[in-house]
């Protein structure tokens, strides 16, 4: 199985502050088919988890644009441009390029 | 708008089945796919599968193939997983997830579902 590797585990920040969590696959996710499946995802306590970006870097639907994502091949980012308090939770990235489906293990936001 | 309402929380005795629900509204059902995961509490999420809603074609996660089993109903839009052979591994909170397209691969979750294992 594909294994994705988040860093860091915790992330600690002030409102406004603009931060990245990395997401390392351990097999390049590119598709034969030209598509990267990558996707982020935000689950704030006690919810389900919220699909933030698709296919790398696109926002999904209703996604504040202070959120955006980017990499290829094995090494992906999400970037937060000026945290928000709404913000703080686990995100997670995933991958659906291989079978079975892997998420990573997961970065918790928190507010400081 | 589109909804995904799961059925409520379960108490099971070891050795035991389940049968979760995800009821949905809102889309078309018949022409999408449903995949269902597991979330430990305080741990990450596994998907478990996924379930084409047009002709019931389903592809498992190796790791609960003999543990979980995915089925539609699309008279009522509703897809089912039922779990077998239940152990306290099994307790943890279960999630369906829809995908139409590729570009809309689980952009809607149900709210989840606590299966709690136990004697």
């Known amino acids: 199985d594909v294994v994705l590797t988040q860093t860091p585990s915790i992330l600690s920040a002030t409102i406004g502050q603009s931060v990245s969590i990395s997401c390392r696959s351990s097999?390049?996710?590119?598709?034969?088919?030209?598509?990267?499946?990558l996707y982020w995802f935000l689950q704030r306590p006690g919810q389900s988890p919220q699909r933030l970006i698709y296919?790398?870097?696109n926002l999904g639907s209703g996604v504040p644009n202070r959120f955006s994502g980017s990499g290829s091949g094995t090494d992906f980012t999400l970037k937060i441009s000026g945290v928000e308090a709404e913000d703080l939770g686990v995100y997670y990235c995933?991958?659906?390029?291989?079978?079975?489906?892997?998420f990573g293990s997961g970065t918790k936001l928190e507010i400081k | 708008q589109v909804k995904l309402q799961q059925s409520g929380a379960e108490l099971v005795k070891p050795g035991a089945s389940v049968k979760l629900s995800c009821k949905t509204s809102?889309?078309?059902?018949?022409?999408?796919?449903m995949s269902w995961f597991k979330q430990i509490p305080g741990q990450s999420i596994e998907w478990i599968g996924m379930?084409?809603?047009?002709?019931?074609?389903?592809g498992y996660n190796q790791k609960f193939k003999g543990k979980a089993t995915l089925t539609v109903d699309t008279s009522s839009s509703t897809a089912y997983m039922d779990l077998s052979s239940l152990t306290t591994e099994d307790s943890a909170v279960y999630f369906c997830?829809?995908?139409?397209?590729?570009?809309?691969?689980?952009?809607?979750w149900g709210q989840g579902v606590m299966v709690t294992v136990s004697s």
């Open positions: 997830a829809r995908m139409v397209l590729i570009t809309t691969l689980f952009d809607y």
């Open positions: 809102g889309y078309t059902f018949s022409t999408s796919y």
């Open positions: 379930i084409y809603a047009g002709d019931g074609g389903t």
């Open positions: 097999q390049s996710l590119l598709d034969s088919d030209g598509n990267t499946y």
């Open positions: 296919l790398v870097s």
């Open positions: 995933m991958q659906a390029t291989h079978a079975p489906l892997t």
